[in-house]
């Protein structure tokens, strides 16, 4: 099976993964994220593990957890903050 998996962050704009079994295998709890690599973007001091993650609405994208453990972590699909950010500046 491939996806196509969307990147913001390192200018690649989309790449297609071959997800085998054992990465099947080692999707989250809930289904939606699974460990790709650790990187630091430019202009960042450290490192960050960034994973591929399923948004229900727009599929596969790239993305690092944002937030702090344990209070407000989460995953942002680019393609909702996009749609949102359309929504607060048209009202």
Known sequence: MK?????????????EVSLVEWIKLHF??????VYVFHA???GWHG??????????EHGYFLDY???????NEGFNC???LEE???R???H
């Open 3 to 15: 996806v196509c998996v969307h990147d913001s962050h390192f200018g690649i704009q989309k790449f």
């Open 40 to 42: 630091r973007k430019q």
């Open 88 to 90: 607060l500046i048209n």
């Open 28 to 33: 989250g709890v809930d289904g939606t994220n």
């Open 78 to 80: 680019p393609f909702c």
């Open 47 to 56: 490192e960050l593990s960034f994973y591929i993650v399923k948004c229900g």
């Open 84 to 86: 949102t950010m359309e």
């Open 65 to 71: 957890l944002h937030g702090f453990p344990g209070y």
